[in-house]
């Protein structure tokens, strides 16, 4: 059964994808419902669910059917559980499964030689993230906070650590997904912002000690030299394959994705770092999150292959944010 907060969640984004703009889209949905603001921006963060009869009037406002955003996301979850379990799994047995089956998966597209993987980034994505540990832990543990209320307070170090045979299922799909021959990157120029902002945030409470902090310091500042050079190039460089990087100058709140062939094709939609994944597998579904995400080339600026002078300005300016850990 899907819960509310996932039908809360496709709802809010439905309407995101229509109205960008937040104020818009809250100056709407505040008419619409006749709800005062502050109780509106609650319901797009997911603080409070929205009604089933709020989201009637809304599906008729915005004129879209609340029985195919139902029907669509029961339909295609699997692909989207999969892919959460193989990353958040506890036990090695299920972890190896699930990765097996997300390998399984990602190979079909290699096979089509002119697959396209297209991510409109809100947050650092799967693939980018796979080789660094604490990073992939620190994800984990932003998982582990949205999962379920906690009555106490949760420590980085009490989450429980990516182990070895996690990171090399991990390192496999990460080399898997630069096998494809064309990947796009639409990179929100805010992210490491907020990496930072919540990692001080966590040092704060006393969450997170010095060595976490450093350790993920590390491996942020590896993670921005190892982006840089693919940008430089236009290509990775194990592979060869084209990797075309963008810098938003609009924010984008969430991340879609697709993976895009002439003989399949699949789309996802990432919230909340990585709390929720919803994949759509039908053609005119991927089409739409597809022909979105090209669509924010108009508003970026590329910078791999060319473009030198912001590429530069761009990577010494997330260094120098992430420096201040």
């Not at 182990?163 to 799909?173: A, L, P």
């Not at 907020?194 to 704060?204: E, Q, R």
């Not at 994944?277 to 089409?287: E, F, I, R, T």
Request: charged share 25%; with cysteine; glycine share 4%.
């Amino acid at each position: 059964m899907l819960s509310d907060r996932i039908l809360n969640e496709v709802l809010v984004h439905t309407m995101q994808r229509m109205i960008p703009k937040k104020n818009q889209l809250a100056n709407i949905i505040s008419e619409t419902l006749s709800m005062e603001k502050e109780t509106v921006y609650r319901r797009l963060r997911g603080v409070t669910m929205f009604t089933l009869g709020e989201a009637a009037a809304l599906s008729q406002k915005f004129n879209f059917s609340l029985d195919e955003i139902i029907i669509g996301i029961d339909q295609e979850a699997s692909v989207t559980n999969m892919m959460l379990k193989s990353f958040y799994a506890e036990k090695k047995k299920e972890t190896e499964k699930n990765a097996n089956v997300t390998i399984a998966f990602v190979e079909d597209f290699v096979k089509d030689k002119d697959t396209q993987f297209g991510m409109a980034l809100g947050s650092i994505p799967f693939p980018v993230i796979m080789p660094y540990k604490s990073i992939s832990n620190y994800y984990k543990y932003k998982y582990k906070l949205h999962e379920k209320d906690l009555s106490e307070p949760l420590y980085f170090k009490n989450v429980k650590q990516l182990q070895e045979w996690e990171q090399d299922s991990m390192m496999d799909t990460y080399n898997l997904f630069r096998e494809i021959s064309h990947t796009i990157y639409i990179w929100d120029k805010k992210i490491i912002p907020i990496i930072v902002s919540d990692i001080l945030y966590f040092k704060s409470l006393g969450l997170m000690d010095k060595e976490d902090i450093e350790e993920l310091k590390g491996e942020l500042l590896s993670l921005m030299d190892g982006m840089e050079e693919t940008a430089s190039k236009g290509i990775f460089n194990s592979t060869g394959n084209k990797c075309d990087i963008y810098i938003s100058d609009e924010d984008i709140d969430s991340t879609y994705a697709y993976l895009w062939s002439e003989n399949r094709c699949t789309s996802l939609l990432i919230t909340h770092y990585m709390y929720l994944l919803v994949a759509y597998n039908n053609k005119s579904k991927c089409k739409e999150i597809k022909d979105w995400v090209n669509s924010m080339k108009f508003n970026s600026t590329l910078i791999s292959g060319t473009g030198g002078k912001e590429r530069i300005s761009f990577f010494n300016q997330q260094r120098e944010v992430i420096g201040k850990l």
